[in-house]
């Protein structure tokens, strides 16, 4: 099957903790990205990762970092969380860089900070 | 800066009414892709049509669009609601300015239609 996984689906912690979500894609993509999604359902672009460059949303706290290993994966650590970091996060992908290009999104780890 | 402006929050319709979502843009290029992509619950976001072609509808799955760059906009209709469309809809437009994501999110329509 050729998709975009997310693991884990849920994910509840306390504040301070760290955390580490995964994604993969093996739809044979370039481009990475991680979404942040609200509790108001507002997506909001964290990160985008092409051809080993990576480019940052730099009103993202420092505290979040993305992680790859090779192309179809992208992973998402979070270092110490925050409650305001309680959200969907949506991991996408794409063919290429191109303006044109179709998103595929995983399916989402909802993280609960408490 | 690049934005979109979706109608906003939640959307209610009777089964078999038409189906009206406002999207407009604000770029300063010209040549701008527009995407409508649906959020059903339990499920990833997905695209549902796009297009960069102005004056030309683009339809998928019973929805239609058309692109208009004189009025920037670029709306989601179809004929006849049914239950199953009941989803949160995001409009998003893609350009050569967006280094980072190229995808600009609007602010998403819970559409839910009912009986």
């Known amino acids: 099957e050729t998709a975009v996984f997310q693991t884990p689906n849920y994910h509840v912690t306390q504040v301070g903790n760290e955390v580490s979500f995964n994604c993969k894609q093996t739809?044979?993509?370039?481009?990475m990205y991680w979404y942040k999604q609200d509790s108001k359902k507002l997506l909001k672009i964290m990160f985008s990762?092409?051809?080993?460059?990576?480019?940052v949303n730099e009103t993202v706290p420092r505290r979040f970092s993305p992680q790859s290993s090779d192309k179809a994966h992208l992973n998402l650590r979070i270092k110490s969380v925050e409650p305001e970091d309680s959200a969907v996060y949506l991991c996408?992908?794409?063919?290429?860089?191109?303006?044109?290009?179709?998103?595929?999104f995983g399916p989402g780890t909802r993280l609960l900070v408490l | 800066g690049d934005s979109v402006t979706q109608t906003e929050g939640l959307v209610t319709l009777t089964e078999g009414l038409p189906v009206m979502l406002n999207c407009t843009y604000q770029?300063?290029?010209?040549?701008?892709?527009l995407f409508w992509y649906v959020h059903y619950l339990n499920e990833s976001p997905r695209l549902l049509l796009k297009s960069s072609t102005d004056n030309k509808r683009t339809e998928h799955q019973g929805f239609h669009a058309t692109l208009h760059k004189s009025s920037s906009s670029f709306h989601l209709q179809k004929s006849s609601a049914q239950l199953s469309d009941s989803a949160l809809y995001y409009c998003a437009l893609s350009d050569r300015g967006s280094a980072l994501g190229r995808l600009h999110f609007g602010a998403g329509t819970q559409l839910i239609v009912i009986p």
């Open positions: 739809l044979g993509h370039d481009t």
């Open positions: 770029t300063i290029y010209s040549n701008p892709f």
């Open positions: 990762y092409n051809n080993k460059q990576l480019i």
């Open positions: 996408a992908s794409s063919l290429d860089w191109g303006v044109q290009d179709t998103q595929y």
